[in-house]
């Protein structure tokens, strides 16, 4: 299935849980460079929920970042404060994801790597990972920056 068509999927799921239409979505309030995605996260994760973000990349990436610095003492803790990081993780990095597609094409994957070794870290309780997964996400947000 590519992309556009989990994209698609997305949106229309999102809003229908919110209980508005694929149409609703675009109401015309966000600045032509935005994006808005409605993110229907894992239940393993965190209860069905609808988390919208919206934003340049250049937005959304520090907002991720800020995110993914919590990670690691989240997981080390008793909770499920780390799930709920992981699931805003996920919902920001889904709107963001088209963006960076679009004007870093050869970053990608390597920010998709390091969302889901966030996301493996909380399934497998791994500290470690998740410090890792921010170190990368770090570097991965000061070269998309420095390229803009």
Known sequence: ???????????????????????DQGSGD???GDSVTAVTLDPRLVPTTTIVFSGSAAELLP??????????????EEGDDDKATVA?????WAAAQSQVEAARPDLLDSFEATV???????????PADADKAFSNL???IENYTAAG
Do not use: F, P, Y
Request: with cysteine.
């Open 1 to 23: 299935m590519t992309r556009a068509v989990w994209l698609v999927g997305i949106v229309v799921l999102g809003a229908a849980c919110t209980g508005t239409s694929a149409g």
């Open 30 to 32: 966000q600045a032509s």
């Open 63 to 76: 907002q991720l970042g800020v995110e993914m610095s919590r990670l690691s003492a989240q997981v080390s």
């Open 88 to 92: 805003r993780i996920t919902a920001i």
């Open 116 to 126: 889901a070794m966030a996301t493996s870290a909380v399934e497998r309780n791994r």
């Open 138 to 140: 770090t570097r991965l």
